[in-house]
């Protein structure tokens, strides 16, 4: 009992059984209306067999009178065709036979259309279809067919129902076991793959199907899924640890500094100083965490609800105003984008945020700006290229190794340690710029860094 409340408990069995229900209920139906069209055909035929043999018996009557449909009767009994089925019968005024070949079925009733009966024939009952027409003289004639043929093809036809019924019922149920062990298959490898995901194995996956099915492209991205789920967990545990090792460095200095302001004998001076060092410090911890708000606010997509026609070669004219002092300060030569000669605007306009689009290109100026000394030369530029919006920061500074390109925008890699920061802001950068849909990029200019961002143009 517990096992087939089990299987009907299984949605592949009862789907796979009723769909299999059905496709036989179809056939039943079709069966059925065969039947009935057929015992129909049949039952018109005898009718029309009888009607054609009375209007036969009719005629010879109006030729030559009883006698001549005695003889007519006579004939037909004895011409070996169909004898074994026709039924003859010749009636008086009171009802008495006079001439036939069966018994019973009396008080038919007269008229112009066959009915069937119960008679006897040939000394055993049947069943008969029988027509009965009043003559002139006041006899009455009887003509019809025994329907033992066709009672046997009713017989058959129904026997073949019940067998194509049981074959039928047979083969959904043999079905409905295959669909369900096959399907329990491609699920059981979905579900063992899920608990150990579960139980904490993230390196699980599905194995691949032999064949291309919609499991196969719900496996693949099942493991798409999965596949982003160890990244990203892989970045939380990365995270975790790179925030834990970058925080406890100055966190230390800060107690160090306290501790010693706070020892006897340490004079006014120092006590300020301590104080001034480890606001330094929580400032520059509480940047980090309000870079890593950001990446966290770009990643989770909830900007992108304000996103509205930006002119990408505006917001660099902006910037490069607003650091034009500080390169000038430093030696740089920072040049912005040229006038447009006859460009339209709208070609440089792609849907976004202005100010995390303006905060990405300044993050690059700046750091391109750090990065170059005296003397160097730092260039933004954007261009048309096809359905996107691309904009190039380049500089002939000292550039990074090609082998260190890839890890450039991973959170807290710094190409050169030497330098103050924590390596937030290109990860920021990155973040943004696929918040917007696009892609950031990062080459050699021989010499310096090129750093190339995609945008989707707007009504590309």
């Known amino acids: ?68 449909v005695l003889e007519t009767m006579r004939q037909m009994l004895d011409d070996g065709t169909d004898t074994d089925t026709e039924l003859y ?11 036939g070949n069966f018994t019973g079925a009396p ?19 049947t069943r008969a279809l029988l027509l009965s027409l009043p003559l002139p003289d006041g006899a009455s004639l009887v003509i019809g067919n025994e329907m ?58 599905v194995p691949a199907a032999g064949q291309e099915d919609e499991f196969a492209l719900l496996d693949r991205d099942i493991n798409q899924m999965l596949d982003r ?39 006014e001076a120092q006590a300020r100083e301590a104080n001034r060092t480890a606001i330094r410090e929580l400032e520059a911890l509480t940047m980090v965490f309000d870079k890593l ?13 304000s996103f509205q026609p930006v002119d990408i070669e505006r917001i660099i004219g902006d910037v490069v105003d607003l650091f034009g002092a500080v390169a000038e300060e430093q030696g740089t030569s920072l040049s912005g984008p040229s006038e447009h000669s006859g460009r339209n605007r709208q070609e440089l306009t792609v849907m976004g945020d202005r100010d995390l689009l303006a905060g990405v290109i300044a993050n690059l100026v700046e750091n391109a700006l750090k990065h170059t000394g005296p003397g160097a030369r730092v260039c933004v530029e954007a261009d048309r290229d096809g359905d996107s919006v691309a904009i190039h920061v380049d500089d002939n500074g000292r550039g990074v190794p090609p082998a260190l ?41 021989a010499p310096g860094l090129l750093v190339q961002i995609r945008l989707p143009a707007a009504g590309g």
């Open 1 to 68: 009992m517990q096992g087939l409340r089990h299987l009907f408990g299984s949605v592949s069995f009862r789907l796979a059984l009723n769909y299999g229900l059905l496709a036989m209920l179809t056939m039943l139906v079709v069966i059925a209306v065969f039947h009935v069209q057929t015992v129909g055909v049949l039952k018109q035929s005898s009718a029309r067999q009888v009607t054609i043999a009375a209007q036969r018996m009719t005629h010879q009557f109006e030729r030559g009178g009883r006698p001549a």
């Open 89 to 99: 019968q010749l009636l008086d005024e009171n009802g008495r036979m006079l001439a």
């Open 107 to 125: 008080g038919i009733e007269l008229g112009y259309r066959p009915l069937e009966r119960d008679i006897v024939h040939a000394g055993r009952p």
């Open 148 to 205: 033992s043929d066709q009672r046997r093809i009713e017989a058959l036809v129904q026997r073949a129902i019940a067998a194509a019924a049981s074959v039928a019922l047979l083969l959904v149920l043999l079905g409905t076991w295959w669909f369900r062990s096959s399907l329990d298959a491609r699920v059981e490898a979905i579900r063992r793959t899920t608990r150990h995901v579960g139980a904490g194995d993230l390196t699980s996956r």
């Open 229 to 267: 789920i160890e990244g990203l967990m892989d970045g939380v545990r990365h995270l975790s640890n790179t925030i834990a090792h970058e925080m406890r460095t100055p966190m230390a200095r800060v107690l160090a500094q306290l501790r010693n302001a706070e020892r006897s004998g340490s004079s």
């Open 293 to 305: 708000l950001q990446i966290a606010e770009a990643e989770s997509g909830t900007r992108r609800q």
């Open 405 to 445: 390109l890839e890890r450039l925008g991973t959170r807290f890699y710094r190409v050169d340690g030497s330098i103050p920061g924590f390596g937030l802001g290109l990860a920021t950068v990155r973040a943004i710029v696929h918040l917007h849909g696009g892609s950031l990029s990062f080459g050699d200019a």
